[in-house]
């Protein structure tokens, strides 16, 4: 389903498959994701099975208000919300102690659970218009590169997936840093968009 200048039927289709349980690619401000409702065990085993994923690699989430934090994360610092307040939205995926009881499609197993606010896109737009968590897995087979237009996510994963939104090519470059706030002290886990010094002198300003 092609973006148009008002994007609100294809919202409309995309939350109604979400929230049956199906699997949406959908574009970023990066790349193309795969979208699954958070909490759905069954849609999120289907996932890792089209990606070919290992259990060891856990799926990031995306949401649209930092009031979502609670169905899938436990209370934050001080720290790590002077972190949101400045990089969200954007590139930076913040991994937070989970949420006790969360699926472990989620966690991998670590008690830690990967979240951003995505920056200016559909996948924006998306998070923003439901009340759930998303998952924001690239689109891609595992070991290949990640889809950077519909043709590719197509080529990819064929029929197995219920809606590929078509937003043209995306910008691609580098993925979202990936910081690791559940220690004590900030650990960047994986550098992208975002330099890790910037990081690491944000907090050392912030004081927190």
């Known amino acids: 389903m092609k973006l148009r200048e008002n994007n609100s039927q294809v919202l409309v289709s995309a939350i109604k498959i979400l929230k049956k349980g199906g699997i949406i690619a959908y574009p970023t401000e990066t790349f193309y994701a795969l979208g699954v409702k958070f909490d759905l065990i069954g849609s999120l085993q289907n996932l890792y099975e089209i990606k070919k994923r290992t259990r060891a690699k856990a799926l990031p989430l995306i949401i649209g208000r930092r009031e979502m934090l609670g169905l899938v994360a436990a209370p934050v610092s001080r720290k790590t919300l002077s972190l949101m307040d400045r990089f969200w939205p954007g590139p930076l995926t913040i991994l937070l102690a989970a949420k006790e009881n969360l699926s472990e499609y989620l966690t991998a197993g670590t008690h830690a659970v990967a979240v951003r606010i995505p920056g200016r896109s559909f996948a924006l737009d998306l998070a923003r ?59 960047i886990v994986r550098e992208g968009a975002i330099e890790k010094e910037v990081l690491y002198r944000f907090v050392g300003a912030s004081g927190k």
């Open 129 to 187: 218009a439901v009340d759930f968590p998303i998952t924001a897995t690239s689109a891609n087979i595992s070991g290949m590169p990640p889809a950077q237009d519909a043709e590719t996510v197509v080529q990819y994963f064929g029929d197995s997936i219920d809606l590929v939104v078509d937003g043209g090519k995306t910008p691609g470059g580098n993925p979202s840093t990936i910081a690791d706030t559940t220690g004590k002290d900030l650990r």
